[in-house]
């Protein structure tokens, strides 16, 4: 047996994401209604200036009332490539443009409720461009040694999820996982 719809109805359609209610029938044959947000897609660059110093941005998020670190991010224009995303957001955030490329891996942050995926992507062979923020965006760049941002995880400085799995993977492929 699979996952039934039921009925879909749309309770809010947003800027970036619609709000939905689904009634459906599950596996175990329980019909339930469902609140979810449907979220087209997003990219999240590690980026590099050197061997061992990334850039993180210091960003204000008004659902948490303060600013976090967060690794560059943006929402999938429609129809948009992953790396296309990827490619924008870094310049539009951060002010850089990269020539090297390497997609580390997928997330979904919050399964829960969204079925929003993330691609995060390593950026390296850094070079300036022209930042271009968008009207809504309020942040720093820092220029951060890769050490010292996992040290930022364990102290709970950086608790944004795409962050934390973006530093992760780039350990994983630099061949540096140490949790210790």
């Given at each position: 047996?699979?996952?039934?719809?039921?009925?879909?109805?749309?309770?809010?359609?947003?800027?970036?994401?619609?709000?939905?209610?689904?009634?459906?029938?599950?596996?175990?044959?329980a019909?339930?209604?469902?609140?979810?947000?449907?979220h087209?897609?997003?990219?999240?660059?590690?980026?590099?200036?050197?061997?061992?110093?990334?850039?993180?941005?210091?960003?204000?998020?008004?659902?948490?009332?303060?600013?976090?670190?967060?690794i560059?991010?943006?929402?999938?224009?429609?129809?948009?490539?992953a790396?296309?995303?990827?490619?924008?957001?870094?310049?539009?955030?951060?002010?850089?443009?990269?020539?090297?490329?390497?997609?580390?891996?997928?997330?979904?942050?919050?399964?829960g409720y969204?079925?929003?995926?993330?691609?995060?992507?390593?950026a390296?062979?850094?070079?300036?461009?022209?930042q271009?923020?968008?009207?809504?965006?309020?942040?720093?760049?820092?220029?951060?040694?890769?050490?010292?941002?996992v040290?930022m995880?364990?102290?709970?400085?950086?608790?944004?999820?795409?962050?934390?799995?973006?530093?992760?993977?780039?350990?994983?492929?630099?061949?540096?996982?140490h949790?210790?």
């Amino acid at each position: 047996m699979t996952v039934e719809i039921n009925k879909r109805k749309t309770l809010h359609t947003g800027r970036t994401f619609d709000f939905v209610l689904e009634n459906v029938t599950l596996t175990n044959g329980a019909t339930v209604d469902l609140e979810m947000v449907r979220h087209p897609g997003a990219a999240a660059i590690v980026p590099f200036i050197d061997h061992d110093t990334l850039i993180l941005i210091k960003q204000y998020r008004h659902a948490i009332g303060d600013f976090i670190w967060e690794i560059p991010a943006g929402t999938l224009d429609a129809k948009e490539a992953a790396i296309e995303c990827a490619k924008r957001e870094l310049i539009e955030e951060t002010g850089y443009s990269a020539n090297g490329w390497e997609e580390l891996g997928k997330i979904t942050p919050v399964p829960g409720y969204s079925d929003e995926l993330i691609y995060i992507f390593l950026a390296t062979e850094l070079a300036e461009a022209q930042q271009n923020l968008d009207r809504d965006e309020v942040l720093n760049v820092h220029r951060v040694k890769l050490p010292d941002a996992v040290d930022m995880i364990r102290s709970g400085q950086i608790q944004d999820c795409k962050t934390i799995c973006g530093i992760f993977f780039t350990l994983n492929k630099l061949g540096g996982i140490h949790l210790g």
